[in-house]
Structures are given as structure tokens and as C-alpha cells.
T-cell receptor
């Protein structure tokens, strides 16, 4: 079946450190891939997305590239800030068929000043 | 502010009771999704409606039901509540997931505590 696997957290980094949060997926077909972020006490919001292989999504200094050959969509940021502390969810979605979104379990990021 | 509203923000009730959670999607969005977020199980997809019709079902218990009304707002009904139903319940909306615009917009959630 379709699934998303994220690295377990929490991830604790110092300010200005490089961030990678790994995400791999299993899917029959060609889903769109997403990263959502949940700040404390809030709902999820879209961070970035990519709809086909080799697409790169980017927003607020975060980037992720849709890699079909490794079925991955790793999230990266060159220099994290304290304000990036949040939970990050990787997700996939098909535009046909079940239409369901499938989310990973989330990775908590803590950035220390 | 995502434009998705959920009421109530907090709900405290007892085991065996029934509650109704309400969601109003963003203006123009036809699709509504319900999710349960608990500490031990992460974000679980429950059910999706599109323009009043059920479109996809996830890990929704038989004690739970939902519907989407003609004005597109949605309600999630939870009955015979158990302690384990305590969680954050999120509603999300999107324009039309089959039409290529797949971004979901999440509401702030309803925190349910079953005592």
C-alpha cells in the first residue's frame, strides 16, 4: 500500500545549523509530495510541495526535491532559526483514485539559541 | 489564518457521551477532510467529503460519523466516547483534489478531552 516514512524526532539543532529531515515514500503511481509544518498550538500549514519527479519545492529557505529513483522527498534548510521550531509532516497525495492524503508521523524540530 | 474555522476550540466530556465537532471550510473550497491527532498515533486521516458526498474513508471508527451539508460546512459526530478518543481533531479543506489544486488548509483544531 501507499505510505510515508519520516525520520523520528525530536531533532535538536543550534541556531544557524544545517537541517535535514528525511522522508521516503511507498506509492503505486505518481503522487504529489508535500511538507506541512505545525507550529505550537496551531493547525498544519503547507510549507512546500512538488507535483512530479525532479521538481524542487521551496519556501522560507526550506527546500525539498522529488526523487523518484530513491522515492524520497527530504526537507533541507541551510541555516535554521529558533522560529523554525515546529513539527514537520511529509505527505503524499494522488489526484485520482482514492484522493486520500497520507501523512508521515511528523518530526519535531527544536532549535536552540 | 487559514480561513477554515472549527468549533468548539475545547471540549471536555465524559465516557459514553456523544459530541459534535463543526467545521466551516474556506470560501470556495468544496472538499473537507477530518483528521485525528493523538500523541501516540500521529495524524490519522478519518474521512473526506467533496461537495456533500463522501469521497474517501480512512481509519474512522464505526462510533464516528460525519456529513457535509449543502452550505459545505461539515460536522464530525463522535459517540459512545472512550478515554482513548481524547485527541486534537482537525478539519482541512481544499478546492478540489482531483482538479490539480491539492493544497489542504487546516483549521486550528478542536481539543477533545474525555474523562
Amino acid at each position: 500500500g501507499n505510505s510515508v516514512t519520516q525520520m523520528e524526532g525530536p531533532v535538536t539543532l543550534s541556531e544557524e545549523a544545517f537541517l535535514t529531515i528525511n522522508c521516503t515514500y511507498t506509492a503505486t503511481g505518481y503522487p504529489s509530495l508535500f511538507w506541512y509544518v505545525q507550529y505550537p498550538g496551531e493547525g498544519l500549514q503547507l510549507l512546500l510541495k512538488a507535483t512530479k519527479a525532479d521538481d524542487k519545492g521551496s519556501n522560507k529557505g526550506f527546500e525539498a526535491t522529488y526523487r523518484k529513483e530513491t522515492t524520497s522527498f527530504h526537507l533541507e534548510k541551510g541555516s535554521v532559526q529558533v522560529s523554525d521550531s515546529a513539527v514537520y509532516f511529509c505527505a503524499l497525495h494522488f489526484t485520482s483514485g482514492t484522493y486520500k492524503y497520507i501523512f508521515g508521523t511528523g518530526t519535531r524540530l527544536k532549535v536552540l539559541a | 489564518d487559514s480561513g477554515v474555522t472549527q468549533t468548539p476550540k475545547h471540549l471536555i466530556t465524559a465516557t459514553g457521551q456523544r459530541v459534535t465537532l463543526r467545521c466551516s471550510p474556506r470560501s470556495g473550497d468544496l472538499s473537507v477532510y477530518w483528521y485525528q491527532q493523538s500523541l501516540d498515533q500521529g495524524l490519522q486521516f478519518l474521512i473526506q467529503y467533496y461537495n456533500g458526498e463522501e469521497r474517501a474513508k480512512g481509519n474512522i471508527l464505526e462510533r464516528f460519523s460525519a456529513q457535509q451539508f449543502p452550505d459545505l460546512h461539515s460536522e464530525l459526530n463522535l459517540s459512545s466516547l472512550e478515554l482513548g478518543d481524547s485527541a486534537l481533531y482537525f478539519c482541512a479543506s481544499s478546492v478540489d483534489p482531483s482538479g490539480g489544486e491539492e493544497t489542504q488548509y487546516f483549521g486550528p483544531g478542536t481539543r477533545l478531552l474525555v474523562l
